[in-house]
T-cell receptor, first 113, second 115 residues
Framework: NAGVTQTPKFQVLKTGQSMTLQCAQD?????MYWYRQDPGMGLRLIYYSASEGTTDKGEVPNGYNVSRLNKREFSLRLESAAPSQTSVYFCASRDIVPDTEAFFGQGTRLTVV | AQSVTQLGSHVSVSEGALVLLRCNYSSSVPPYLFWYVQYPNQGLQLLLKYTTGATLVKGINGFEAEFKKSETSFHLTKPSAHMSDAAEYFCAVSDFDQGAQKLVFGQGTRLTINP
């Protein structure tokens, strides 16, 4: 049972380059999320998708776009990377019921130089 | 919207000592609360959660947490620390906002275990 799979695990970009982070879950969850983790700031929500076909901004959406390709897949795109986007990115999925836990991928460590 | 505050970004204890990680939340409705652990270079893993019922919740690896509504707290404890407990710990609250369920996280507490 794979759970939540993120690719790639590591990436180095030059300022201005673009890239897409991929995420897929095999638990038939309705909701999917993208977080970024920075030292001392916990996890901050970038974008989320409550269900297939819907996406909404989270706390820190600037510089990012997302696509909910189908129920399984939720991708995060950086159109023009900036050094401030150097971070660890986590994808998560969760059932729609509020007392259920979120399941996380292993993370993508992104460095923008 | 709900929020979570974790007191202490770093906590250091000796092996065998009590572990106490503090978490306070703000919520206008009965909260659903979670503790997650993150080992180095890994994703987050659920330790335990409080939904309804018993206020003392037991989790994996000997951890437990007590929900105290009067103090708006959900502190995480373990009677005797082990070296393998060294990790970062996150408290989170379930928030229903703009028609969607989200998890709002605290800032995290890095736990160091001294031999």
């Amino acid at each position: 049972n794979a759970g939540v799979t993120q690719t790639p695990k590591f990436q180095v970009l030059k300022t201005g380059q673009s890239m897409t982070l991929q995420c897929a879950q095999d638990m038939n969850h309705n909701s999917m999320y993208w977080y970024r983790q920075d030292p001392g700031m916990g996890l901050r929500l970038i974008y989320y998708s409550a269900s297939e076909g819907t996406t909404d901004k989270g706390e820190v959406p600037n510089g990012y776009n997302v696509s909910r390709l189908n129920k399984r897949e939720f991708s995060l795109r950086l159109e023009s990377a900036a050094p401030s986007q150097t971070s660890v990115y986590f994808c998560a999925s969760r059932d729609i019921v509020p007392d259920t836990e979120a399941f996380f991928g292993q993370g993508t460590r992104l460095t923008v130089v | 919207a709900q929020s979570v505050t974790q007191l202490g970004s770093h906590v250091s204890v000796s092996e065998g000592a009590l572990v106490l990680l503090r978490c306070n939340y703000s919520s206008s409705v009965p909260p659903y609360l979670f503790w997650y652990v993150q080992y180095p270079n890994q994703g987050l893993q659920l330790l335990l959660k409080y939904t309804t019922g018993a206020t003392l919740v037991k989790g994996i690896n000997g951890f437990e947490a007590e929900f105290k509504k009067s103090e708006t707290s959900f502190h995480l404890t373990k009677p005797s620390a082990h070296m393998s407990d060294a990790a970062e710990y996150f408290c989170a609250v379930s928030d229903f906002d703009q028609g969607a369920q989200k998890l709002v996280f605290g800032q995290g507490t890095r736990l160091t275990i001294n031999p």
